[in-house]
């Protein structure tokens, strides 16, 4: 999915039991979401680096960021069948 600068991906990562959706914008990712093992619990993570991100501009909509947020979590959610 894609609008407005957000795209979400689903990635395969070693380590993890499940999928995991990463939230991208400008390129850049933002945060990823994955399901905790054994757990029903879905975590997020935040990424940070000055370097990465200087001169990008990663000041958006909330309510965008939200909805976002939101469908990476119920496809993670479907992709584990929770």
Known sequence: MSFEGFEILAR???GYENLLMQVIFNNQII???S???NSNEIEIEFFFD???YSGINLKFSFD???KYLNFAKNELK???GL
């Open 31 to 33: 945060c990823e979401l």
């Open 35 to 37: 399901k905790r093992d």
């Open 12 to 14: 395969d990562k070693d």
């Open 50 to 52: 000055a370097e990465i």
């Open 64 to 66: 965008e960021f939200l």
């Open 78 to 80: 479907n992709s584990c």
